[in-house]
């Protein structure tokens, strides 16, 4: 198999560093790429379909995932992950280990399955993204010169005064108002760190699970924040979890977050599925 391997040198606390070697112990025939800047490994990634690689691999976080899954969607490329950054919640809905060596090993040995996508206004993504709170929080957490999650948790627990806002969601051929913290669209079962926001959330199911956080007492956070980190958001009285494969959410917010990475979005947003379309590495016997 004929490797790219995309280096972000800056995602995470740096784990990264001197990943060359330990590639070199396992892997014969590959290529090392480092990204200078935001939007690199996308354009790496569309070289390397050219190029007639069999599978590129993100070594980083959610968003090095993301730039990368962009490039790769609808081709017959198969995209790897060695979680390197703050959240790595694709890499870790996907039985990745959080050992450099561990993960490469696994990498080695791994298996091809055939995943869904997602895409937000047209916008591709394939975790976990979302509109309120969280999106606030990436926002925020995205100029932090000290990111990891500790700092992500400090972040969360700063901005608590941030008050829940209206949607009005369209889905299956209902209209329906809800008042939310936040509103996370689901492809895989977490955020990140095992924070799962959706627990039985699947990549192929051809559906999104869409989770309402709705208001509660600032005070409740700490048990709220257990509950999700525990696997047992689902089991909230202030969580309530549609599965579709398309929405639209209409509201004031101008920020959502794709796969933990901010940008910038208009009144009306249209969340879809884009079923059986992304390739990836999974760890042999992880289905």
């Known amino acids: ?16 560093k001197g990943i060359e070697d330990t590639i070199a112990l396992h892997f014969d025939n590959y290529d090392i790429v480092r990204t200078q800047k935001t939007g690199d490994a996308t354009i790496i990634s569309k070289v390397a379909i050219k190029e007639n ?33 703050s959240g790595n919640g694709f890499a870790f809905h996907n039985g990745m280990s ?24 047209g916008l591709a993504f394939v975790n976990v993204s979302g509109i309120g709170f969280d999106a606030h929080i990436a926002h925020l957490f995205a100029n932090l010169t000290n990111r990891g999650f500790s700092n992500y948790i400090k972040l969360i627990y700063k901005e608590l005064q941030y008050k829940a806002k209206d949607y009005t ?9 809800v008042n939310a913290i936040l509103i996370a669209f689901a492809n895989t079962a977490q955020y990140g760190n095992n924070f799962q926001i959706s627990p039985y959330a699947k990549t192929d199911d051809g559906l999104i699970d869409f989770v309402i956080v709705k208001d509660f007492p600032r005070w409740k956070v700490p048990g709220f924040l257990l509950k999700v980190a525990k696997g047992k958001a689902h089991l909230s009285k202030f969580v309530r979890i549609i599965q579709t494969d398309k929405m639209i959410i209409t509201s004031n917010e101008k920020i959502i977050h794709l796969d933990g990475e901010p940008t910038a979005t208009t009144t009306t947003l249209e969340i879809k599925t884009v079923p059986k ?3 990836i590495l999974i760890p042999n016997g992880k289905e």
């Open 1 to 16: 198999m004929k490797i790219k391997f995309i280096i972000n040198p800056i995602s995470g606390t740096g784990k990264q």
């Open 53 to 85: 690689f069999d599978a590129v691999i993100a070594v980083g976080g959610d968003g090095t995932v993301n730039e990368c899954a962009k490039a790769l969607i609808g081709s017959n490329i198969a995209l790897g992950v060695i979680p390197c950054g």
């Open 98 to 121: 959080s050992n450099i060596e561990k993960a490469i090993i696994q990498l080695k040995n791994a298996n091809i399955k055939t995943i869904d996508s997602c895409t937000a206004n």
């Open 169 to 177: 969601l369209n889905y299956d051929g209902k209209t329906e108002q």
């Open 277 to 279: 379309s992304l390739k």
